[in-house]
C-alpha cells in the first residue's frame, strides 16, 4: 500500500480525457436503453403470455388435510372411522377450452346424468370452483385423473363411516359432509377429533396437477383418537333387546343406561327409535336424540327406595317398622292412594308392593330440609357433567316452598324430574354400597369423583329388600336373571303432558342392579308410552332389563351368586 | 519479498476453498434432491398404505359387526346358549 500511495504521487496530474468520458457514457446510455427496452418488452409486449406461463409454473400453496380421529369403544373397537375419499370439482373458466367428448367421458367414469358438467359452463361467468361429485372411492378418481383433463381437480376428503349403525347412533353422533360434528361424541369432542390441517407448497404443472411438492410448510396434525367406556358387545345386545321390547309394547321409544357400578363408566347407552348414521339425512328429526341423556321425565316408583333410604339412615323410622296403610292417606286437602289396599306391611313389602301411602308416610316423618338435602345428594336436578350436547339437568322443586302433599308425591317421584341416566346414578349409590359414582362416557380405572351419601348398612339393607322386587309375588318377576341375585325397582309413571297427566299415557320404567351380593352392573330401562295392553314398569321394562343383564353379565363375566339354586356344584376333591 | 507469497499462497488456498464449497455445495443440493423424491415417492407410498387400511379396516369392522357375527353363529353354525340346567359349575 505504501508503494503504491508513493507512486500516486510521483504522477502528473493529467486533464484532458473527454474522449475517454463520451465513450463511458455512451456505453452507460447504451446499457440503460437496451434496459428499458427489454423492461418494455416484458411488461407491456409480452405481458400476457409470460403471466400465463408464470401461472402454469405455478407454485401455490395447498392444504394437506388431517385425518379426524377415531372413536373407540373400550375394547378398542371402532365406533366412528375416517377413511379417506376424493371429491370431485371442476373449474368452468377452464373447462370451456376442453373438447366436450373429454366432458362426457367424465361425466360417465363419475356416473352422473348428460350434461351435468357440460352446463355448468357458462361464457362470461366467473365461477372458478364447483363440486360435482364428493366423496368418491379413491379408485375411481385415480381413473379419471388418468384422463388428464384440464379443469377437472381432486381433493381429499374424509367419509366418516360408523360401523354400529344404528345401534350407537344417538351416541357417537355424526358429522356433516364437511367432516363436522353435528350431534353426541362426534359434537362433544369435535375440538380433539379434528386434527389441525396442514399447509404445503407445491409446483403446479400446465393442467394445474400438482407435479412436485417444494415443501412442508406445516404438517398436518391428526386428530386424538376417543376412547368410549361403551362395550360394543353390551352395547350391541342392549339395543336389539330394546328395540324387541318397544315393539312387541308399541311403544313410542325406549332408552336404556347400564352403568359400571364400581367406576361410574357408561358400558351401554341406547335408543329406540334409531337411526343410520351413515346417511342421516331424511331421519324423523327425533330419532337424533339421545332421550337416555337429554330427555326428562318424572321417576315414579323408582325413587322409592331412596325414601326408606333417607329415613334409615337419619334414624326417622326402624327397620322393623310395620305401617298401616288402609289403601288411602290424606295428606292436607289431598288423598294419596294405593291401587289396593296393603294393610298393615313391613318396609320390604312396601318396596315390594310399591305402596304410594306407606312410603309418603315414611317421607313426612322427616324434615323437609333433610329430604330435599338427600335427594340432591343423590344427584336428581344435578346435571351428570358429561358435556353431552343437550344433556339434561333435571329439576328438583325447593323444599322452602313444599307443602306436605308436595313431599309425599315427591316420595313416589312426581314433582321430580330426571333423565334415564340420573336416575341410573342415583341408583349406583345403592349398588357401591352408599358410594354415590360420578359418570364417565370415556374409559377410566376409577372413579375419582365418587362421595359417600349414606352409609354402607343403609345401602345393604335396602338392598335385600329390593331383592324380593324380582320375587315371584314382587312387581318385577320378570327382571329376575337365572344365577344371579337382582334388586331392583319398578315405576310406572303417568305422563304428564300440556293441561296435566294424561290417561291411559305411561312411562314404564326398571332401575335395577346385578349380582345383589355385590353389584357390578346399574341398568335403567325407560319404554315410553307402551300400547300393547301392558304398561307397568315389571311387566314392559322388567324383561328388556331382564335379558340385557344377562348378556351383559356374561360379556363381563360376572360371576352367579345365586349359589343355592345352581344346577350343581362340584368341589375340587369330587372333581376327578 | 515474503509477504506477496504468502499473500499468494493464500489466495490460492481461498480459491481452491472456494471452489471445493462450491462443489460441496452442488452435491449437497444435489443430495438433497434425490432425498427429496425419494420422501415424495415414500410419501406416496404411505398415503396409499393408509388409504388401504383404512379400507381394510372397515371391511374388519363390517365382518365382525355383532349383528353379522350373531346370524352366522346362530343360523349357519347352529349355536345356542347352553341352557342353565346344562351347565355345571365348579367352585373352587
Known sequence: ??????????????????????????????????????????????????????????????AVSAYRGMILDRNDEPLAISSPVESAWVNPMELAEVAPSDIKQVEQLLGLSEGKIAKLIIPGSKRQFVYVKRRINPDLAERVKMLSIKGVYFDREFKRYYPAGPISAQLVGFTNIDDVGQEGIELAYESLLKGVT??????????????????????????????????????????????????????DAGALVLLDAKTGEVLANVNYPSFNPNMPTGTNKGAFRNRGLTDLFEPGSTVKPFVIAAALQGDFIKEGIKIETDGAYRVGRNVVKDIHNYGTMDLTQVLKKSSNVATSKVALTMPPKYFWGFYHRLGFG??????????????????????????????????????????????????????????????????????????????????????????????????????????????????????????????????????????????????????????????????????????????????????ETMPLLLSNKTVQ | MNVVKIKVLLMMGLVVGLLGSALAVIYSKYQSRLLFIEIQ????????????????????????????VEQIAREKLRLVLPQREAIIYIKP
Do not use: C
Open chain 1, 382 to 563: 344435578v346435571s351428570a357433567g358429561l358435556d353431552f350436547p343437550g344433556e339434561a339437568n333435571g329439576s328438583l322443586l325447593d323444599y322452602h316452598r313444599w307443602n306436605n302433599f308436595a313431599q309425599a308425591t315427591l316420595s313416589f317421584g312426581y314433582g321430580v324430574n330426571t333423565s334415564v341416566l340420573q336416575l341410573a346414578r342415583a341408583y349406583t349409590a345403592l349398588a357401591d354400597d352408599g358410594v354415590l359414582h360420578s359418570i364417565s362416557l370415556l374409559k377410566r380405572d376409577e372413579d375419582s369423583d365418587a362421595k359417600r351419601v349414606f352409609s354402607s348398612k343403609t345401602a345393604k339393607q335396602i338392598r335385600s329388600m329390593l331383592e324380593h322386587v324380582v320375587m315371584q309375588d314382587g312387581t318385577a318377576y320378570l327382571a329376575r336373571v337365572d344365577g344371579y341375585r337382582v334388586a331392583g325397582k319398578t315405576g310406572t309413571v303417568r305422563k304428564a303432558g300440556a293441561g296435566g297427566y294424561k290417561e291411559k299415557k305411561y312411562l314404564s320404567v326398571f332401575v335395577g342392579m346385578a349380582p345383589a351380593s355385590n353389584p357390578r352392573l346399574v341398568m335403567a330401562v325407560m319404554v315410553d308410552e307402551p300400547k300393547a295392553g301392558k304398561y307397568y314398569g315389571g311387566l314392559v321394562s322388567g324383561p328388556v332389563f331382564s335379558k340385557v343383564m344377562e348378556g351383559a353379565l356374561r360379556v363381563m363375566g360376572v360371576a352367579q351368586d345365586q349359589v
Open chain 2, 41 to 68: 415417492k415414500q410419501e406416496r407410498e404411505l398415503d396409499r398404505y393408509e388409504v388401504e387400511w383404512g379400507q381394510l379396516q372397515l371391511e374388519l369392522t363390517t365382518l365382525a359387526e355383532e349383528n353379522r
Open chain 1, 198 to 251: 396442514g399447509r404445503k407448497r407445491v409446483i403446479r404443472d400446465g393442467k394445474r396437477q400438482i407435479i412436485a411438492d417444494i415443501e412442508a410448510i406445516k404438517a398436518p396434525v391428526n386428530g386424538q383418537n376417543i376412547k368410549l367406556s361403551i362395550d360394543e358387545r353390551i352395547q350391541y345386545i342392549a339395543y336389539r333387546e330394546l328395540q324387541a321390547g318397544v315393539i312387541e309394547n308399541q311403544a
Open chain 1, 1 to 62: 500500500m505504501r508503494r503504491f500511495n508513493t507512486q500516486k504521487q510521483t504522477r502528473k496530474p493529467v486533464n484532458d480525457f473527454a474522449a475517454r468520458r463520451k465513450v463511458l457514457l455512451a456505453f452507460m446510455l447504451g446499457g440503460m436503453a437496451l434496459l428499458v427496452g427489454r423492461a418494455f418488452d416484458l411488461q407491456v409486449l409480452n405481458k400476457q403470455f409470460l403471466k400465463q406461463q408464470g401461472d402454469m409454473r405455478h407454485v401455490s400453496e395447498v
